[in-house]
């Protein structure tokens, strides 16, 4: 069984930075590619930032510059450090995986998902 689990979220005044954790217990094969997303209310849920076995990496228009995903391969643990943080990046923040490459930002080419970690990002 997959479990992804998230930490790191948390309350941050805008122009501070927060770093996101993603422990992943599953299967080498299931992580191909990885990625983290986000879901503010009323609104869908959409990339953020994402990650695959070749290295290949995917970012959002709107965090370009400020976010940077990364992997530890040793620890099965995907990261997100987020920088320059500004109040609509408040959201529940999930990461996903899924055994196919490449990187994408779209939330339907994952199969396995997090509980997500809130992050609130005050002006």
């Known amino acids: 069984q997959v479990r992804l689990a998230e930490s790191g979220g948390g309350s941050v005044q805008a122009g501070g930075s927060l770093r996101l954790s993603c422990a992943d217990s599953?299967?080498?094969?299931?992580?191909?590619?990885m990625g983290w997303f986000r879901q503010a209310p009323g609104k869908e849920r959409e990339g953020v930032a994402a990650?695959?076995?070749?290295?290949?990496?995917e970012y959002a228009e709107a965090v370009k510059g400020r976010f940077t995903i990364s992997k530890d391969n040793a620890s099965n643990t995907l990261y997100l450090q987020m920088n320059s943080l500004k109040p609509e990046d408040t959201a529940m923040y999930y990461c996903?995986?899924?055994?196919?490459?490449?990187?994408?930002?779209?939330?339907?080419?994952?199969?396995?998902w997090g509980q997500g970690t809130q992050v609130t990002v005050s002006s």
């Open positions: 599953g299967y080498t094969y299931r992580r191909s590619r």
């Open positions: 996903a995986s899924d055994g196919r490459i490449p990187a994408t930002l779209s939330p339907k080419w994952y199969t396995y």
């Open positions: 990650i695959d076995s070749d290295e290949r990496t």
